[in-house]
């Protein structure tokens, strides 16, 4: 059976003067992709208009709770026992934010609930990504 989860979370995109703005966003996990977490914003915090969602593995979310983690697109490091911080990367620019960690943490256990972490099936993980690079050739 296919499981979805979605958590609203309120984040806060630090801007240049030290000022935080408020940014909403949607946490999502879905069974048939066990490994990733999705987050999304919506366009008004856009560059675009037509809002972004951001896609990283679940274990970089883990370990960014609780020490620096990410080499990519993505970094999550905790600030203090309170805060969370998530550095986003796109060609467009940076993107800084904080977010609340026990609401991240509520999240990533409810995903364990879907999935244990290790038991992942990479197989099907591995087939659909297959089937999406090569369709139906």
Known sequence: MDIALEQPARARLITGGERELPVPARLRYAS???LAVHIDFPGEVSLDGRGATWTFARSLL???????????D????PCGTERTVMELHSPHGMALLQFDTPALDRFLLRTYTVVEAGEEDLGAVVERGLSALFGSV
């Open 62 to 72: 883990e370990t960014g709770l609780r020490g620096p983690a990410g080499d990519g």
């Open 32 to 34: 048939t992709d066990p």
């Open 74 to 77: 993505v970094h999550i490091w």
